[in-house]
């Protein structure tokens, strides 16, 4: 059995489970809930849309000469911290994050280092930080978390080193 087709059967069956769950609670628990998924799955599908045509012109502009010299797989560690700060650095939520990941390593880019831009993107995204986490938290424990996950792109690369692939 492949990754992806039980990535698929366990997404599929929480799905079936959230929606066994909706279903047993009763019908306008169930009406509520279908009519909120379909209205996340509506704005949703817009945002991937322009994703993926917006990586396809990063993909476009960024020579990839730049990528496999800047991120690829013979860049090291100092590509790794190159993709630390680029994923810091990039805005926007999954659809770009992830996106620009894949463009990344279909133009060369070493896997440790897509995975560390990857990781840094999630964790500590400075337009995130700013627009989402400081104004909701204290100031002082978002830079606190945002020190303390530096490590972890560094640790997520490490790992994908040592496995070869993930």
Do not use: H
Request: a positive charge.
């Amino acid at each position: 059995m492949s990754a992806a087709l039980l990535i698929d059967i366990l997404l599929w069956g929480s799905v079936f489970g959230v929606g066994l769950i909706a279903f047993r609670r009763g019908p306008p628990v169930f009406k509520a809930s279908l009519r909120e998924g379909a209205m996340d799955f509506i704005n949703i599908v817009p945002r991937i849309a322009l994703g993926v045509i917006g990586s396809g012109y990063i993909a476009a502009i960024i020579p990839q000469e730049v990528i496999t010299g800047w991120l690829g797989p013979d860049s090291g560690w100092l590509g790794v911290a190159t993709a630390v700060v680029a994923g810091a650095a990039t805005p926007g939520g999954p659809v770009i994050g992830f996106s620009i990941g894949t463009v990344a390593l279909k133009s060369g880019g070493g896997v440790p280092q897509v995975v560390a831009y990857v990781v840094a993107w999630a964790l500590f995204a400075f337009q995130r930080v700013i627009l989402w986490k400081i104004p909701f938290m204290p100031a002082r424990f978002v830079w606190f978390r945002c020190a303390v996950s530096v490590p972890f792109p560094f640790v997520a690369a490490a790992i994908a080193m040592v496995i070869g692939k993930p």
